[in-house]
């Protein structure tokens, strides 16, 4: 048994840079923040075999003093918050650093050599820590005619086998460096910066002044989003919500693109994935996620940012309202390209028929600006009559479910032009999946599975904000076996989920017996919508109810309605299709942000053929 002895400062430093210097990325985002702190504008990195031989960083700041050189390696000592012996005002930090922990932790536990010119003094000076011993300080050489700091890192971890046996390979702390630079990069467009590793230039970012965000994005994150997005920019309480969001059809299969800075510092804020996934669950795939730049400006006291070692989180005063704010400003931006979808996708199914046309001339898809107002009964006929409008219950199976099956009638040669719809007369049904209309401007192809699942959520969305969601009854009821949790969050729920059309008892320890299913949905697999659903709550907030998250759970339910691809349309049930696309709102995209339709135009087919 030991008896209880304080620590020296070295394991201190040893124990307490564990937290603040988890790998070489740790380190080295510590280090750029100390240079934008002090105000460079041009801030030059090189790592060798992922930052674990060596980190260099170079920037033109204001350098560090002689006699400050010392100091600075010191645990607690920062120049960044005004402590008056008593207090700091830790409410209002206007520095990427203030905890002064960054330099000593690096130099327990790695050797360091800095080397510096205070932009008052002619002389450069250098200080030395290997392992946390400090070496004298020296004067050195200095190549820039500039102030400026050069801090150099090597065998980073020596002093703590430990640590570094967790160490990954160099691809994924190479990974986490350039993460890391890209994070700071974006959030000042003002400055350049330059990666290079094991000597080859990574990225290098023009300067492209102050104001221009969306170039610095076109550099990091790629010029389809910068072209292709949405632009975000909206205030309320005093908290500004600013830049980029990917449409919903130019998605990725992970969520390492999703940026959020507040108040200029990059944060992790694991809110952030769930935020975007709400914004964009009507139009997005479960396992896509947007591309987002970020940006929140608030008052330095509306957020705390002294949580976490590494600075990395914040926490806010008023989350729910800052979740809000960027829902809302999202779901606003979708809402607003409704059925605009990505212009470089319409490009490429051009591009994919012919080559070389004009990007300007291209065909785009439909844009949705018509002027057209529905007559009272647009349809005659078929299984889409009256849906969209008339929702008081229906006894099963509900009308749209039973249409596919039903003999087509001729009824469709006596049908009236249609060909100045927005969305024309359809013609035909190619491999089952395909409807063509002709308008009187080109062509329109509808992916009939993907309009059709789009038509069902917004049914559902118009059901519910009238009389509720009509309900078909099971004959047989099927019992659902579920994880009694799942099982319990699911019947904690059940009177609110019959609003949804969906009626569930409990059936003894682990199952659900399902009464009753929405009859907009057709036949559906129980076990499997309720296990999506089962998902779909365990994300919310227990106290939430259900209505709060309306197009979530509607958007989950809608995924389960009949499958509508590779069926057999007649020509009614074609022009139903279209005209209750014109009149839906969000119809170009599917709930998974893949487009409904594409237009082109005679025009761009005339040019295909090289008639134009
Ligand atoms: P903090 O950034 O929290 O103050 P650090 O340990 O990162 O703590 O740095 C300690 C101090 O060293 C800073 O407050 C700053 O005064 C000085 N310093 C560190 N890096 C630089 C740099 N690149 N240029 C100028 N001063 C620096
Ligand atoms: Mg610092």
Not at 5 to 33: D, M, T, Y
Not at 237 to 256: F, K, N, Y
Not at 423 to 441: F, M, P, R, S, W
Not at 467 to 474: A, F, K
Request: aromatic fraction near 6%.
């Amino acid at each position: 048994m030991l008896s209880i002895r304080q620590l020296s400062q070295q394991v201190i430093n040893q124990i307490a840079a564990g937290e603040v210097i988890e790998r070489p990325a740790s380190a080295l985002k510590e280090l750029i923040e100390n240079s934008l702190d002090a105000g460079a504008q041009s801030v030059n990195i090189w790592c060798d075999e992922g930052g674990l031989s060596r980190i260099l960083i170079e920037d033109d700041g204001s350098g560090i003093s002689k006699d400050e050189l010392p100091i600075a390696i010191l645990r607690h000592a920062t120049s960044k918050l005004k402590d008056d012996g008593n207090t700091a005002d830790l409410t209002n930090i206007n520095t990427l650093g203030f905890r002064g922990e960054a330099l000593p932790s690096i130099g327990a536990v790695a050797r360091m050599k800095i080397q510096s010119r205070h932009y008052l003094s002619s002389e450069a000076w250098e200080i030395n820590v290997e392992g946390g011993q400090v070496s004298p300080i020296k004067p050195c050489a200095w190549a820039g005619l500039n102030s400026g700091t050069r801090i150099e890192v090597r065998d980073l971890f020596f002093a703590t086998p430990a640590r570094l046996k967790f160490m990954k390979s160099v691809r994924s702390e190479n990974i986490a460096i350039i993460d890391v630079v890209k994070r700071l990069a974006l959030s000042r467009p003002e400055i350049g910066f330059s990666l290079y590793l094991d000597g080859k230039i990574s990225f290098r970012t023009k300067n492209h002044g102050e104001t221009d965000a969306g170039g610095r994005i076109r550099d990091i994150i790629g010029a389809d989003l910068a072209d292709d997005c949405l632009i975000i920019d909206v205030e309320r309480d005093g908290v500004r919500l600013s830049g980029l969001a990917s449409l919903p059809t130019a998605s990725r299969s992970d969520s390492r693109f999703q940026f959020l800075f507040v108040n200029n510092r990059p944060v992790k804020d694991p809110m952030l994935k769930g935020v975007a996934r709400a914004a964009y669950q009507d139009v997005l795939a479960k396992d896509r996620h947007p591309i987002l730049a970020l940006f929140l400006e608030l008052e330095p006291k509306l957020v705390d940012v002294n949580v976490h070692p590494a600075k990395t989180e914040v926490r806010f005063r008023d989350p729910a309202l800052i979740r809000g704010l960027i829902i809302g400003a999202l779901r606003h931006a979708i809402g607003e390209v409704a059925v605009r979808a990505s212009a470089s996708l319409a490009s490429q199914t051009i591009g994919a028929l012919g080559k070389s046309l004009n990007q300007s001339d291209a065909p785009r898809f439909y844009q949705g600006n018509y002027n057209y107002t529905p007559s009272p009964k647009p349809v005659q006929t078929g299984f889409y009559e009256g849906m969209a409008r008339d929702f008081t219950p229906q006894p099963a199976p509900a009308p749209m479910a039973r249409a596919f099956d039903e003999p087509q009638t001729e009824e469709a040669q006596s049908q009236p032009a249609t060909q100045n719809f927005p969305l024309g007369a359809a013609k035909a049904q190619l491999h089952n999946t395909y409807v063509i209309a002709q308008t009187d401007e080109g062509i329109v192809i509808v992916d009939q599975h993907a309009a059709h699942e789009r038509l069902v959520l917004e049914r559902m969305k118009a059901a519910m904000n009238e009389t509720g969601i009509p309900r078909q009854l099971s004959l047989i009821p099927d019992v659902v076996e579920m994880d009694a949790v799942d099982c319990e969050n699911l019947l904690s729920k059940a009177d609110e989920l019959s609003q949804f059309g969906l009626v569930i008892e409990g059936f003894g320890d682990g199952a659900i017996l399902v009464r009753e299913t929405p009859a907009i949905l057709g036949k559906i697999n129980a076990k499997e919508l309720l296990k999506d659903l089962a998902d779909e709550i365990a994300g919310f907030d227990n106290a939430m109810r259900l209505k709060e998250r309306i197009d979530e759970i509607l958007s989950r339910m809608a995924c389960h309605g009949s499958v509508r691809a590779g069926r057999q349309l007649g020509p009614v049930e074609m022009n139903a299709l279209l005209r209750e696309m014109e009149v839906t709102p969000r119809s170009g995209q599917c709930n998974h942000g893949r487009p409904t339709f594409v237009k082109l135009s005679l025009n761009d087919i005339e040019k295909l053929f090289g008639r134009k």
